[in-house]
């Protein structure tokens, strides 16, 4: 009797994922009966088209033995080499409403150097950039993925919960303007949800005050541009009357 010809095929061998194995075996003009694969790191199985998930990373001497219904029998072997996966991980800067958001990449190669990053950034919005930028057009809480593939096919992931927060509203008042006469302003200010961490007004003379409500008495007649920012933390608007 003719003999069958062992073979198969496998997907990449990825640390701590499963990979999967394909018989492509021929019975030699009859079927086959019987499959032992042994996956060189103690493991075997009976089973067609097996998966397997490797410990450690490294090259295993992966056998299959077919026999077919007249009880002859064949062997391959090949080599599967295991590739250790990358650790995805990334941070971002402060987020602010309509504000440019970076994104760092501090994932780790663990084994093939990375190849290709795939950011989800929460509001439909995707990046092949190692390091991207971004633009939130909504204050609120984003979920931020990527996804860190080497070389080889192996990859991982990691999220991280993005809050764009919104802008702080400035603006104010003030009392009667008049020439060699205090001048009293009043903040009138919206912190949007956070507090309001600093003033800064311009006078328009070439004076400024860091106090909320300040106090400015105009050395001439005349008009003046007066403008005030604000910070939130991170976060600057600024109004001008």
């Known amino acids: 009797d003719s003999l069958p010809v062992a073979d198969f095929s496998y997907s990449q061998a ?3 994922q499963a990979t999967y194995f394909t018989d492509q075996s021929t019975g030699a003009d009859t079927s086959l009966t019987s499959w032992a694969w042994n996956f060189g790191d103690a493991s075997t199985t009976t089973s067609q088209n097996p998966s397997h998930t490797y410990g450690s990373s490294g090259t295993y001497s992966t056998t299959l033995i077919v026999t077919n219904a007249n009880g002859c029998i064949d062997t391959t072997s090949k080599s599967v080499v295991v590739d ?5 991980e990334f941070t971002y ?3 602010c409403l309509h504000g440019l ?7 780790q190669n663990h084994g093939s150097a990375n190849n290709s990053w795939l950011y989800y950034l929460g509001d ?12 939130y057009a909504s204050p609120t809480a984003f979920t931020a993925s990527l996804v ?7 990859s991982d992931s990691v999220a991280h919960v993005v809050k764009v927060d919104s802008l702080p509203q400035p603006d104010f008042s003030s009392s009667r303007v008049c020439f060699n006469d205090t001048t009293h302003f009043t903040d009138l200010s919206s912190g949007s949800g956070v507090t309001i961490s600093s003033y800064y007004w311009d006078f328009g003379d070439a004076s400024s005050s860091t106090s909320q409500n300040p106090s400015h ?3 001439s007649p005349g008009i003046f541009n007066v403008s005030l920012i604000i910070r939130s933390e991170e976060h ?4 001008q009357s």
Do not use: M, R, W
């Open 14 to 16: 990825c640390l701590g």
């Open 84 to 88: 250790s996966l990358p650790v995805a």
């Open 93 to 95: 800067d402060t987020v």
């Open 101 to 107: 958001t970076h994104f760092y990449d501090l994932s």
């Open 124 to 135: 439909a919005t995707t990046s092949t950039s190692q390091n991207p930028t971004h633009t």
């Open 148 to 154: 860190v593939t080497n070389v080889n096919g192996c």
């Open 217 to 219: 008495l105009y050395q």
């Open 236 to 239: 600057t608007s600024e109004l």
